[in-house]
């Protein structure tokens, strides 16, 4: 069974291993569940069970509680660390009984499991720290570390276990000498590494631990559908309307401390000037007068929830600078929260200038970078002017590129999971005038067709959208309608393959109750289909012209879930065609292959690609210091003579070329402002598939201006709207 990806949802559940972090000081996991989650379970099953509403709905019998009980095996221990065959075979007597769990509500089975898992991993992580105290760092022999065990057995006892952990320690040892640690820094680094990892298993909530057990059960109807607890709905719906009441600041958890990694530029923190990336908030207080409470050792999501607030009202934080002892005295900062937009997630535009070549003219490209379909669907439904849109934004951006005189747009949709299924249907919209956008097959079998009806288009001249593996869901829509209409060229990779629709459920909802107690579902509720009738489930949209794959079908997609709808397909629905690009693409192709022949990224980037998936097969790594010694010297050569050679050719140059080696120390280790600068930075580094995409598009229209017989081929309807003639 694969493991469910986090690309294609904004919030889906972790596992509780990535899910942990350090709760108030004291506070033990429950022992038991509450009423208010076994009603929650309930009402789950009340859905998830019903073909009213659920698009595939799976009787919760005997059969479905062992997949359910697998899944929440993986959920706890995917990586088989922690638990053995002797625990599993213990678990058993629950494996046809988790269904009764959720009918009844008593969910002490899973309660139960998670137990016996939180003692599994105080035991592992003080066997890590005893291994650190032994002299097992002699790296001269021929053992790996397997980091891949997903397919493998549970291991037979705590010896096997033994034998595992000591080669991830070795491993975890070597990365940080590798990285020019000295011995009794890493030995501390990896004390307090471990001791955390208890710590944060250790202070996990229980709704952590019932919000995973109940989307054990919704995973297993599908790999869409999920279970909020009343504060994962927060994030999701604060995600998905791109923002939020607060002090406009990114927090990160470093050991006991949260600190401040990111300031929003125009929100109050930033607007203050007094606090910066790498200072720690050390207590909170509400208003003018509300008491300070100390935040030290609490989870970073209970941080956040002091801090988050009412727009007008005031909070009050206690804060050591970044460069100053923990000990020292805290200084107090006043803030009135504010509304904030999240600008990093938003759509984005820039132009490209692709030289002229071959006796054609230089052209300029605009590019629109749209990470997600987000939408504010609560200020929409308020009729606020300024809600939260991908379209609106859009529809901006291209305003403004037009005002600039590009001669063609690409709409960079790469790691676009997706998001609003209205959003993908109105940005379809900026390109088409009127028409059918997307099918919609609802539970009981009926068919919607969901239109585009504006009249008018925002941008009418070329268009290419960019896609690849992880572009999902209403970015597979968006392509696929461009695709179907004949409107754009669409390049890259073939997308994820989802093809579903899913909705989300408030729970608390029909008891009306004041505060949130039961959370939310997202269920899914329909699959979708192109106007050409095909489905993108499983199969993804195939781009017209195609980058070698980064990530195999096999590796990541839908099609790597065991319950993932099958592709299907239903009748078109009849649609304009623009174009048809097909006469094009042979010329369009030989352009491409010439170029990328002296395109020296490019093959850089098809290079690393095939090294990556080459690495990825092997599912393990060496423990030979010599040998990965020798290969950390090969990487670094690498990239200082990929460095000398973008000077040479007056290339643009990698910022972070001189920072790409492995310091063998986790996100939570390293200093936060540093990391934040080099994350912003990654930003700028070359990128020579956008720039490809820009030249391909760029050559279309130079083809399409120069032969007329073959613009008559490829847009027929060139006087009408979606022309891309000069």
């Known amino acids: 069974m694969k493991a469910k990806t986090t690309l294609l949802a904004f919030l889906l559940t972790a596992p509780l291993a990535l899910l942990a972090r350090a709760d108030v000081a004291g506070n033990a996991v429950p022992g038991a569940p509450t009423a208010d989650q076994g009603t929650a379970a309930q009402m789950v099953y009340g859905w998830l069970s019903d073909s009213r509403y659920a698009y595939r709905p799976r009787a919760l019998d005997d059969v479905l509680s062992a997949d359910m009980y697998t899944r929440y095996l993986e ?149 869409h559908t999920d279970y909020f607890t009343p504060r994962s709905a927060d994030n999701f719906n604060m995600t998905m309307s791109l923002s939020l009441e607060g002090i406009g600041a990114v927090l990160q958890k470093q050991d006991d401390v949260v600190a401040i990694r990111e300031v929003v530029p125009g929100g109050p923190a930033s607007v203050s000037g007094k606090v910066k990336p790498g200072d720690r908030v050390v207590a909170v207080g509400q208003g003018e007068r509300g008491a300070m409470e100390d935040v030290i050792g609490w989870r970073i999501d209970d941080v956040v929830a002091k801090i988050r607030g009412a727009k007008g009202t005031q909070v009050r934080l206690d804060v050591i600078a970044a460069e100053a002892g923990l000990d020292s005295v805290p200084s107090r900062v006043v803030l009135t929260r504010d509304r904030i937009r999240l600008e990093d997630q938003a759509a984005k535009a820039k132009t490209i200038n ?55 747009v690409v709409l960079d949709l790469r790691n676009n999971g997706g998001g609003s299924l209205n959003e993908a249907i109105e940005l379809t919209g900026l390109f088409i005038d009127r028409g059918p956008v997307v099918q919609v097959r609802e539970t009981g079998g009926r068919v919607i067709v969901n239109e585009d009806e504006d009249r008018g288009i925002a941008w009418e001249g070329p268009l290419a959208v960019l896609i690849n593996r992880g572009s999902a869901s209403a970015s597979e829509i968006f392509a696929g309608a461009i695709q179907d209409y004949g409107r754009g060229l669409v390049i890259g990779e073939t997308t994820f393959g989802k093809g579903t629709v899913q909705n989300l459920v408030d729970l608390d909802r029909w008891p009306a109750n004041e505060t949130a107690r039961y959370g939310q579902i997202k269920l899914t509720i329909a699959q979708f289909f192109r106007v050409s009738g095909g489905s993108t489930q499983n199969k993804g949209v195939v781009p017209d012209l195609s980058f070698p794959v980064s990530v195999d079908a096999s590796e990541y997609g839908e099609s790597t879930y065991d319950n993932a709808l099958p592709w299907t397909k239903i009748a078109a629905v009849p649609h304009t065609r623009y174009g048809n690009f097909a006469p094009l693409l042979p ?140």
């Open 587 to 726: 010329q369009l192709e030989k352009l491409h292959e010439s170029r990328i022949a002296s395109d020296r990224e490019f093959q850089w980037w098809s290079q690393d690609v095939a090294q990556f998936r080459e690495e990825r097969a092997k599912k393990a790594i060496s423990l030979n210091e010599g040998e990965r010694r020798a290969e950390r010297e090969r990487e670094d050569t690498k990239r200082k003579t990929r460095q000398e050679e973008r000077k040479a050719l007056g290339l643009a140059l990698d910022p972070l070329a001189d920072d790409g080696a492995d310091d063998g120390l986790a996100a939570t280790e390293r200093d936060i402002a540093r990391d934040a600068e080099r994350e912003k930075l990654a930003e700028d580094r070359p990128d020579p598939l956008l720039r490809e995409s820009a030249a391909i598009l760029a050559d279309a229209v130079r083809l399409l201006n120069d032969d007329g017989v073959l613009s008559a081929q490829v847009l027929p309807t060139a006087n009408q709207p979606g022309h891309w003639a000069d």
């Open 354 to 408: 692709i030289p002229a070549a071959a006796g054609m003219p230089a052209k300029r490209i605009g590019v629109i970078e749209l990470p997600g379909f987000y939408q504010d669907f609560e200020a929409r439904r308020q009729n606020k002017e300024d809600y939260a849109s991908a379209t609106r934004d859009v529809a901006k951006l291209l305003t403004q590129l037009r005002a600039d005189n590009v001669d063609g």
């Open 75 to 223: 959920s706890l221990d995917g990586g088989k660390q922690f638990l053995t065959a002797q625990d599993v075979a213990r678990f058993d007597r629950y494996k046809t009984s988790l269904d009764d769990a959720i009918k009844q509500g008593e969910l002490e089975p899973a309660f139960a499991i998670f137990a016996v898992y939180k003692q599994r991993v105080e035991e592992r992580v003080a066997h890590a720290r005893a291994l650190l105290k032994q002299d097992i760092f002699d790296f001269a022999g021929n053992d790996e570390f397997q980091y891949d065990r997903e397919d493998v057995p549970w291991a037979a006892d705590t010896a096997a276990l033994d034998v595992l952990w000591r080669q991830s320690v070795r491993n975890d040892w070597l990365r940080l000498k590798l990285a020019g640690k000295q011995p009794e820094d890493i030995r501390k680094t990896l004390d307090k590494r471990y001791a955390n990892l208890a710590k944060s298993i250790g202070e996990l909530k229980g709704e952590d631990v019932f919000q995973t057990f109940v989307n054990s059960y919704a995973n297993a109807i599908d790999p």
